[in-house]
């Protein structure tokens, strides 16, 4: 069982039941992972200032809506990354991502699909959920939470909300961010 893995992990010391106690009530008492993290992080680091934020959280992503929108109506991150990657390419680099005409998901009760245009229509893939542009405008304005930023678009949500001053990242993270600096400039989220 997964309790007995983590029991076997952290031993039996009396550190090692705290932090099975820990662990079980993150992963046994939450919903979902988001939530189990978040209650962990802040089990572990929170006495020392650490503060966890809820990416979802509505008034977030009703602050972050306009940008949302550029994505999916003007599609300002699929053009500009697109165009970054052409370049790297052409000076001998590897793309890290593929960018989509709209990088964004719809958050559904039970599932999380993505959004795609298809002819003049904002469809919600493996759903019956469809909107033309004014309705889609109307509904991400409406309902922020319900839209999802991908991996294209998540820095740049990340930054318009709460923006950074240093990024500590692996190799392959520090070369994506890197197709990202012209998406950042036009979308106007500092890099």
């Known amino acids: 069982s997964l309790e007995a893995e983590i029991n076997a992990l952290f ?3 009396e550190r ?9 009530s993150a992963y046994f008492q939450h919903a979902d992972l988001a939530h189990a993290t978040r209650f962990l992080v802040n089990e572990l680091f929170g006495s020392y200032g650490l503060i966890t934020v809820d990416g979802d959280d509505t008034a977030l992503k009703k602050n972050a809506s306009a940008l949302l929108l550029r994505d999916a109506i ?6 500009e990354v697109t165009e970054t990657i052409s370049k790297l390419r052409s000076a001998g680099y590897d793309s890290q991502v593929n960018p989509r005409e709209i990088n964004s998901f719809y958050l559904g009760e039970q599932f999380r699909s993505r959004i795609e245009k298809k002819g003049g229509k904002y469809q919600v893939l493996n759903s019956d ?10 509904h991400v304005l409406a309902h922020p939470e319900k839209i999802s930023p991908n991996v294209v678009l998540r820095p740049a949500y990340q930054q318009h909300v709460l923006p950074g001053i240093a990024y500590a990242g692996g ?4 070369a994506y961010w890197l197709e990202y600096k012209s ?7 500092p890099f």
């Not at 090692?16 to 079980?24: A, D, I, N, R």
């Not at 959920?129 to 109307?138: I, P």
């Not at 190799?171 to 520090?174: D, F, K, S």
């Open 11 to 13: 031993g039996s010391s």
């Open 16 to 24: 090692g039941h705290e932090l099975m106690k820990m662990f079980s």
């Open 74 to 79: 003007d599609n300002i991150p699929y053009r």
């Open 129 to 138: 959920m469809q909107f033309n542009e004014a309705k889609f405008r109307e």
């Open 171 to 174: 190799p392959a993270e520090i």
């Open 183 to 189: 998406m950042f400039s036009h979308l106007n989220v």
